[in-house]
Every structure is written in C-alpha cells, then in structure tokens.
C-alpha cells in the first residue's frame, strides 16, 4: 500500500478485495462429521457457591507473618494509649475513656509471633499497661 497524499491510498483495500473475489483469498477448510467437535456436556449443576461468610473467613487467615504485624499493631496501640494516659495525668485530666481505652487494649487477645525478642518486648509493654491499670483501679479511677 502506498499512500499518495491526504486523500490517495493505492494498492490497499479495493485490491484485496478484488485478490478475494478471484478465489485467492481467505478461505476455512470444509470439514466432514468425523473432524467435528462433540458438543459440550450439560454440567451436573453448580455444587454450591461460596458465601460471604467463607470469603471473609479466607481473609482472615493470614501468612505466617500475618501474626507477628497483629501483634505489632496491638503493641503499637497499647503504647499510643499509654502515651495519652501520661499526658493525661501530667496534665491532671484523665477522662474515664482513656481508661476504658487502656482495659479494651489489653483484653485483646494477643497472637503468637515465634520471634523470642519480639515476645519479650510485648510482654514487657503488656506488663507496663497493667501495672498502670492497677494503679488507677487502686485510686478508683478504673472499673
């Protein structure tokens, strides 16, 4: 094909259509009943789609560092709310929610990491956040 300026195009499409109207063109070979595909067999019917309930349980197992980032988060919240609770007492305005914060932090269960370093620190963070707890149940602050 060669084009020839804005509106000229010679050798493209009229002349593969002419090529095709000569017998030289695209063609599918005829196939006979023995060359045939058999056709598809009916499904027995769908053996049961999978709920919401089985996707969001696939999602909540995690790999094996899935553990280990829970935990590091649980950490990383206990010491956020510890910090709030220092500056609260600092500042002598300790609210009743810091400490409902405090006590829901720690009653989440906390996950296995199998990192023996990582456990110590965590438990010395626990450690810290009860003994604060216990010292506000003690001044009867805490519930």
Do not use: Y
Request: glycine share 12%.
């Amino acid at each position: 094909m060669k084009v020839t300026g804005p509106n000229g195009v010679s050798g493209g499409a009229s002349s593969a259509r002419r090529a095709g109207s000569t017998g030289a063109g695209f063609s599918l070979p005829q196939l006979d009943a023995s060359d045939r595909a058999a056709p598809a067999a009916p499904t027995a019917g769908l053996g049961g789609v999978m709920g919401v309930d089985a996707l969001l349980a696939l999602q909540d197992v995690g790999g094996p560092l899935e553990g280990r980032r829970r935990s590091m988060r649980r950490a990383g919240r206990l010491l956020d709310v510890l910090d709030d609770l220092k500056v609260a007492l600092i500042d002598g305005v300790l609210t009743p929610a810091q400490i409902r914060a405090l006590a829901t932090t720690m009653a989440e269960q906390r996950e296995a990491t199998g990192d023996p370093a990582l456990e110590s620190v965590l438990d010395e963070i626990e450690t810290r956040a009860a003994v604060e707890l216990a010292k506000l149940e003690v001044r009867g602050l805490a519930s």
